[in-house]
């Protein structure tokens, strides 16, 4: 007894050691060939695949198989797959009697299920490796449905040359999705697999069409189909040789290998399949936009304008719908197409202007009309100059804004500090801005930094985002709320940036929306020249922008629905004549948002803006001595703002022709009158631009004010700066004009140099001079005995 156990119990152990090498014969992943890297739009078209790292077009098995791939396979390879447990007795059998009576094999009776154990093992076709297909077969049917099975053919069998997958054959064949073929198409990619090295699209080509033909014939006679349509679809073309893939997105494309080799993908919800992935861009606008930017860089290539990139976001959904990176053409590297420009960190020009505009309205520094000088300035050698070469005395923040000039932009950033527009660029998510504050100093607002095409778009988005959501996000710009998707699957977004929240707030409504009302002006000259020259049927707001040596041309327009960036350069930083945003960038920025449907304008945020008291000729918050005051609609920061410093209270005599003082005019006779007074140089070139603008009356002789300050001013050069003497072409010592303004325009005033008399000017105060290099102290004198004393330093340009 005790030995009958024994055996009971060895043969217990011995069915369970069987039982247990036969659930772990198959690994949990059957097929470790790499795949394809494949990228399609929203709704599930092909933008772009890549060839699988051992030289096959393998695609990522798919969801699912069209119906009429499964029972083209079914018919033609294993017509009881449906019935049997992985291996079909009959089949085998018929195979075996067929072997026999030819003398060799002629046939394998292998089911669907054995021969996705075959794909997956690579072994040798003997009777032994048959036998254990047989086994696994029987294992894959115990714990995988049949339509797993179906799926695992589809994606692994081979269908000649180096197409492996029936979506891959699909594409290099045919050029279209499975699920888009017909019957006869079907036909011909479901007898493939029988004999790939044999049969395939380009060679053979009768005995292609006789197969798919005979297996036409047989889908009709099991009534899978009927014959009118079997007849149809014979006298469908065979394809000749491989297509190419699309390439709609190739820059995304890399951009999502890079993504994925970094881990940034997986397990994050974000459409990911394999090596495939689904993105949020728009099928029909990218194709568009490729079109388009091939359209403006053949036009550009005559200039050796090589490179051209746009970005278009969906401002409501916070996602991107068109990418092209670059104007993609393989064939011509020099071009060097293949970098993607999207990511590239250049220089941003005149395009973060209006950031500077809005932070300083948000922390109370300026209001929307605020006047800036724009005179000739000098900073530490530092020379600032508008792109027109001209000056405009002082000018309205926004105009000064919409028209893109340099030197108010510098003096703004001057009030504000570069350091603390440095923490608010880092703060709304420019990433580029490796280095300190002090390495960038106040040319970070002329493109003294770099930026990404990306991060350009997506903080002008968020600021769009922002005034969309008021009500919801309570008054306040958070960049890090606004990063912008361009994978996606079931309403779940994956973005690029893996980026914190930051509690902070960066901008308020009321800053963000006078930003937009001012970047919308149509008329922009300045910079970039007349923009009148532009229309759309939409509002807008946009901005260019132009890097020093004419090597970036930016473009970006944002509206509550849509943020469109455009990039057009050289990849290798070369400078073009011509090269500028609104010559070369603006006129791509139009034409891709015709593409885009039009919509309304920004909602005003009416309960996020304050309506102030402002001095209509200043911009300032009207003071006691503001005759003209209009009630402006500004952030609630600009109760900050401090009052009107141009408007004071003069003293004149009774005619109002002189001003008088009391030492020389009784109070009772004289007359107290508010005047608009700018300094001597913001007056200088002011009333120039301005005929409205009235001088200060002349004191009456015998009558001046002896604290009266600051009636000169010095234009060129400033206080304490360096020049250089020219070297005229014959090799000698050139001159440099030095120029200086009055208030009194007939007034005389006596220059003198290092206490040496040099010359009197009257009404016109310019000198031609030449000062040796060093160190010089610059005294003017005028006929009042006021005087103005500034120094600086004429630089040896041999040795400097």
């Given at each position: 007894?005790?030995?009958?156990?024994?055996?009971?119990?060895?043969?217990?152990?011995f069915c369970l050691l069987l039982l247990l090498v036969f659930l772990l014969s198959l690994p949990s992943r059957l097929f470790k060939s790499p795949t394809s890297f494949v990228i399609a739009a929203a709704d599930g078209q092909l933008l772009s695949a890549s060839i699988a790292n051992d030289g096959q077009w393998?695609?990522?098995?798919?969801?699912?198989?069209?119906?009429?791939?499964?029972?083209?396979?079914?018919?033609?390879?294993?017509?009881?797959?449906?019935?049997?447990?992985?291996?079909?007795?009959?089949?085998?059998?018929?195979?075996?009697?067929?072997?026999?009576?030819?003398?060799?094999?002629?046939?394998?009776?292998?089911?669907?299920?054995?021969?996705?154990?075959?794909?997956?093992?690579?072994?040798?076709?003997?009777?032994?490796?048959?036998?254990?297909?047989?086994?696994?077969?029987?294992?894959?049917?115990?714990?995988?449905?049949?339509?797993?099975?179906?799926?695992?053919?589809?994606?692994?069998?081979?269908?000649?040359?180096?197409?492996?997958?029936?979506?891959?054959?699909?594409?290099?064949?045919?050029?279209?999705?499975?699920?888009?073929?017909?019957?006869?198409?079907?036909?011909?990619?479901?007898?493939?697999?029988?004999?790939?090295?044999?049969?395939?699209?380009?060679?053979?080509?009768?005995?292609?069409?006789?197969?798919?033909?005979?297996?036409?014939?047989?889908?009709?006679?099991?009534?899978?189909?009927?014959?009118?349509?079997?007849?149809?679809?014979?006298?469908?073309?065979?394809?000749?040789?491989?297509?190419?893939?699309?390439?709609?997105?190739?820059?995304?494309?890399?951009?999502?290998?890079?993504?994925?080799?970094?881990?940034?993908?997986?397990?994050?919800?974000?459409?990911?399949?394999?090596?495939?992935?689904?993105?949020?861009?728009?099928?029909?606008?990218?194709?568009?936009?490729?079109?388009?930017?091939?359209?403006?860089?053949?036009?550009?290539?005559?200039?050796?304008?090589?490179?051209?990139?746009?970005?278009?976001?969906?401002?409501?959904?916070?996602?991107?719908?068109?990418?092209?990176?670059?104007?993609?053409?393989?064939?011509?590297?020099?071009?060097?197409?293949?970098?993607?420009?999207?990511?590239?960190?250049?220089?941003?020009?005149?395009?973060?202007?209006?950031?500077?505009?809005?932070?300083?309205?948000?922390?109370?520094?300026?209001?929307?009309?605020?006047?800036?000088?724009?005179?000739?300035?000098?900073?530490?050698?530092?020379?600032?100059?508008?792109?027109?070469?001209?000056?405009?005395?002082?000018?309205?923040?926004?105009?000064?804004?919409?028209?893109?000039?340099?030197?108010?932009?510098?003096?703004?950033?001057?009030?504000?500090?570069?350091?603390?527009?440095?923490?608010?660029?880092?703060?709304?998510?420019?990433?580029?801005?490796?280095?300190?504050?002090?390495?960038?100093?106040?040319?970070?607002?002329?493109?003294?930094?770099?930026?990404?095409?990306?991060?350009?778009?997506?903080?002008?988005?968020?600021?769009?985002?922002?005034?969309?959501?008021?009500?919801?996000?309570?008054?306040?710009?958070?960049?890090?709320?606004?990063?912008?998707?361009?994978?996606?699957?079931?309403?779940?977004?994956?973005?690029?940036?893996?980026?914190?929240?930051?509690?902070?707030?960066?901008?308020?409504?009321?800053?963000?929306?006078?930003?937009?009302?001012?970047?919308?002006?149509?008329?922009?000259?300045?910079?970039?020249?007349?923009?009148?020259?532009?229309?759309?049927?939409?509002?807008?707001?946009?901005?260019?922008?132009?890097?020093?040596?004419?090597?970036?041309?930016?473009?970006?327009?944002?509206?509550?629905?849509?943020?469109?960036?455009?990039?057009?350069?050289?990849?290798?930083?070369?400078?073009?004549?011509?090269?500028?945003?609104?010559?070369?960038?603006?006129?791509?920025?139009?034409?891709?948002?015709?593409?885009?449907?039009?919509?309304?304008?920004?909602?005003?945020?009416?309960?996020?803006?304050?309506?102030?008291?402002?001095?209509?000729?200043?911009?300032?918050?009207?003071?006691?001595?503001?005759?003209?005051?209009?009630?402006?609609?500004?952030?609630?920061?600009?109760?900050?703002?401090?009052?009107?410093?141009?408007?004071?209270?003069?003293?004149?005599?009774?005619?109002?022709?002189?001003?008088?003082?009391?030492?020389?005019?009784?109070?009772?006779?004289?007359?107290?009158?508010?005047?608009?007074?700018?300094?001597?140089?913001?007056?200088?070139?002011?009333?120039?631009?301005?005929?409205?603008?009235?001088?200060?009356?002349?004191?009456?002789?015998?009558?001046?004010?002896?604290?009266?300050?600051?009636?000169?001013?010095?234009?060129?050069?400033?206080?304490?700066?360096?020049?250089?003497?020219?070297?005229?072409?014959?090799?000698?010592?050139?001159?440099?004009?030095?120029?200086?303004?009055?208030?009194?325009?007939?007034?005389?005033?006596?220059?003198?140099?290092?206490?040496?008399?040099?010359?009197?000017?009257?009404?016109?105060?310019?000198?031609?001079?030449?000062?040796?290099?060093?160190?010089?102290?610059?005294?003017?004198?005028?006929?009042?005995?006021?005087?103005?004393?500034?120094?600086?330093?004429?630089?040896?340009?041999?040795?400097?």
């Amino acid at each position: 007894m005790l030995k009958e156990e024994k055996i009971v119990l060895f043969a217990d152990v011995f069915c369970l050691l069987l039982l247990l090498v036969f659930l772990l014969s198959l690994p949990s992943r059957l097929f470790k060939s790499p795949t394809s890297f494949v990228i399609a739009a929203a709704d599930g078209q092909l933008l772009s695949a890549s060839i699988a790292n051992d030289g096959q077009w393998r695609f990522p098995e798919a969801d699912s198989i069209p119906d009429k791939f499964a029972k083209c396979i079914i018919a033609f390879e294993d017509k009881r797959f449906y019935q049997h447990p992985g291996v079909d007795v009959m089949a085998m059998g018929r195979a075996v009697q067929l072997n026999l009576k030819a003398g060799g094999v002629v046939s394998g009776g292998s089911t669907l299920t054995m021969q996705v154990i075959r794909l997956s093992r690579r072994e040798s076709r003997t009777i032994w490796q048959k036998l254990i297909e047989v086994l696994l077969a029987f294992r894959l049917e115990a714990f995988s449905s049949k339509a797993e099975i179906l799926k695992l053919y589809a994606a692994n069998a081979p269908f000649g040359s180096n197409v492996v997958g029936l979506d891959a054959a699909a594409w290099r064949y045919f050029g279209r999705a499975p699920g888009s073929l017909s019957w006869g198409e079907m036909a011909t990619l479901a007898v493939l697999p029988n004999s790939p090295s044999l049969v395939h699209p380009g060679k053979n080509s009768p005995r292609l069409i006789k197969k798919r033909n005979d297996l036409l014939d047989k889908m009709a006679r099991l009534g899978v189909l009927d014959q009118q349509t079997a007849n149809l679809s014979k006298l469908e073309p065979i394809p000749g040789k491989p297509l190419d893939l699309p390439q709609h997105a190739p820059h995304l494309l890399n951009r999502f290998k890079n993504d994925y080799r970094r881990g940034v993908l997986r397990n994050s919800g974000s459409g990911l399949s394999g090596t495939q992935i689904t993105s949020t861009l728009n099928y029909d606008l990218q194709l568009r936009v490729n079109a388009l930017l091939r359209r403006y860089h053949n036009r550009y290539q005559a200039n050796d304008i090589n490179n051209i990139a746009a970005l278009v976001l969906d401002v409501r959904k916070g996602t991107v719908l068109s990418y092209v990176g670059n104007n993609y053409q393989p064939e011509f590297k020099e071009l060097e197409s293949h970098v993607d420009m999207i990511p590239a960190a250049r220089s941003p020009g005149s395009t973060l202007k209006p950031l500077l505009y809005a932070s300083m309205m948000n922390d109370g520094f300026i209001l929307p009309k605020t006047l800036i000088p724009d005179v000739p300035t000098q900073i530490g050698g530092y020379a600032p100059q508008n792109y027109d070469l001209g000056y405009d005395g002082a000018i309205p923040a926004d105009q000064a804004l919409s028209r893109s000039l340099n030197i108010p932009a510098v003096k703004m950033l001057q009030q504000y500090k570069y350091q603390r527009f440095y923490d608010k660029l880092k703060q709304m998510g420019l990433s580029t801005l490796n280095k300190p504050a002090d390495h960038y100093g106040l040319s970070l607002i002329l493109g003294g930094s770099e930026v990404t095409l990306w991060d350009l778009a997506k903080t002008y988005m968020g600021m769009a985002r922002t005034l969309n959501h008021f009500n919801e996000y309570k008054g306040r710009y958070n960049p890090h709320d606004y990063d912008a998707a361009v994978y996606t699957s079931g309403g779940r977004d994956t973005r690029f940036d893996d980026l914190e929240t930051e509690l902070s707030s960066v901008l308020d409504f009321g800053s963000i929306w006078n930003t937009f009302n001012a970047m919308e002006e149509v008329m922009r000259p300045g910079e970039e020249g007349l923009w009148e020259q532009f229309s759309s049927s939409q509002r807008l707001a946009w901005k260019t922008g132009t890097s020093f040596g004419f090597r970036d041309a930016w473009a970006v327009g944002v509206n509550p629905d849509y943020v469109v960036c455009v990039w057009v350069g050289n990849a290798d930083g070369e400078g073009r004549p011509g090269l500028t945003g609104i010559d070369a960038a603006a006129p791509v920025l139009f034409d891709i948002f015709k593409l885009l449907p039009a919509g309304k304008w920004f909602r005003r945020p009416d309960h996020q803006l304050k309506k102030m008291a402002v001095c209509r000729q200043s911009g300032y918050k009207a003071g006691n001595y503001c005759p003209d005051q209009v009630l402006a609609e500004v952030s609630p920061s600009g109760e900050k703002t401090g009052l009107c410093p141009y408007h004071k209270l003069i003293h004149l005599d009774r005619t109002a022709t002189y001003r008088v003082t009391d030492a020389c005019e009784s109070p009772g006779m004289m007359q107290h009158k508010t005047w608009f007074i700018l300094p001597p140089a913001m007056e200088y070139y002011y009333k120039i631009k301005n005929s409205s603008y009235k001088e200060l009356p002349p004191f009456k002789p015998g009558c001046e004010d002896a604290g009266n300050a600051y009636v000169m001013d010095m234009i060129y050069p400033k206080q304490n700066a360096s020049i250089y003497i020219p070297v005229e072409l014959d090799g000698t010592r050139g001159k440099v004009v030095f120029n200086a303004t009055h208030r009194n325009a007939a007034a005389k005033i006596y220059w003198h140099i290092d206490n040496a008399y040099v010359a009197t000017t009257k009404d016109y105060h310019q000198l031609a001079l030449s000062p040796l290099p060093g160190k010089h102290t610059l005294t003017l004198v005028d006929e009042n005995g006021e005087r103005l004393v500034q120094v600086f330093t004429v630089l040896n340009k041999e040795k400097d």
